[in-house]
C-alpha cells in the first residue's frame, strides 16, 4: 500500500523567511497529493493540493510542487508569519474512491 | 452550511469497555472515513464509509467496526478498548465525482481517553 514519508520533522524559521517541507510517496499510482494545516488543539483543514497533471500550484504565499518521477512533492510557504506556526501534514491518494495517507507532519514554527 | 461534526468532544473510558463515536458530514457529502490520530503523528486510516457499505479499511483490527446510515451519517465502533486506543479519532467527508471528490473535510474529533 501507499506510504508517505515526510521531513524535516521540526522546522523553525524567522518571521519573514521561506519554509520548505519535503513528502515522498511510494505507489506510483497516487495522482493527488493535498496539503492540510493542523493547529494546536484544532481539526486539520486543507491548505493546497496538486493533481498529478500539474506540476506546480501556487496560491499567495503557498505553493506546491510535484515530480512524478522521482515521486517527490514539497510545500514552499513564503514571507512566514507567527500565524503559519502550526503541524502541516502531506498526503497522497489514487484515485476519488481510495484512502488518503497521510504523512507524519512536520511542527512547523514561525519566530517572530 | 455545516461543516463535519463529530460527537461527543472528548471521552474516557477503561480497558475492556466498548465505544461508540458519531459523526454527521458535511452538508451534500456522501462518503465519510475515519482516522486514528496519536500524539504527535499523522492521521491513520481506519475506514471508509460510501453507500452505507465499508469501501476501504487500513490495517486495524476487528474490534474497530462502522456503520453509515441512509442520511450518510456514520458511527465508529471500538470494543475491548485497550490503553493503545487513545487517541485523538477524526472523521472525514467527501463527495465522490469527478471534480471536487478529493477534497476530504474533517470534523474537530473525539479526544478517547482510555484508562
Known amino acids: 500500500g501507499e506510504n508517505v514519508e515526510q521531513h524535516p520533522s521540526t522546522l523553525s524559521v524567522q518571521e519573514g523567511d521561506s519554509a520548505v517541507i519535503k513528502c515522498t510517496y511510494s505507489d506510483s499510482a497516487s495522482n493527488y497529493f493535498p496539503w492540510y494545516k493542523q493547529e494546536l488543539g484544532k481539526r486539520p483543514q486543507l491548505i493546497i493540493d496538486?493533481?498529478?497533471?500539474?506540476g506546480e500550484k501556487k496560491d499567495q504565499r503557498i505553493a506546491v510542487t510535484l515530480n512524478k518521477t522521482a515521486k517527490h512533492f514539497s510545500l514552499h510557504i513564503t514571507e512566514t508569519q507567527p500565524e503559519d506556526s502550526a503541524v502541516y501534514f502531506c498526503?497522497?491518494?489514487?484515485?476519488?474512491?481510495?484512502?488518503?495517507?497521510f504523512g507524519p507532519g512536520t511542527s512547523l514554527s514561525v519566530i517572530p | 452550511d455545516a461543516g463535519v461534526t463529530q460527537s461527543p468532544t472528548h471521552l474516557i473510558k477503561t480497558r475492556g469497555q466498548q465505544v461508540t463515536l458519531r459523526c454527521s458530514p458535511k452538508s451534500g457529502h456522501d462518503t465519510v472515513s475515519w482516522y486514528q490520530q496519536a500524539l504527535g503523528q499523522g492521521p491513520q486510516f481506519i475506514f471508509q464509509y460510501y453507500e452505507e457499505e465499508e469501501r476501504q479499511r487500513g490495517n486495524f483490527p476487528d474490534r474497530f467496526s462502522g456503520h453509515q446510515f441512509p442520511n450518510y451519517s456514520s458511527e465508529l465502533n471500538v470494543n475491548a478498548l485497550l490503553l493503545g486506543d487513545s487517541a485523538l479519532y477524526l472523521c472525514?467527508?467527501?463527495?465522490?465525482?469527478?471534480?471536487?471528490?478529493?477534497?476530504?473535510?474533517f470534523g474537530s474529533g473525539t479526544q478517547l481517553s482510555v484508562l
Open positions: 472525514a467527508s467527501s463527495l465522490v465525482g469527478w471534480d471536487t471528490h478529493e477534497k476530504l473535510f
Open positions: 496538486i493533481r498529478s497533471n500539474v
Open positions: 498526503a497522497a491518494r489514487q484515485t476519488s474512491y481510495d484512502k488518503v495517507i
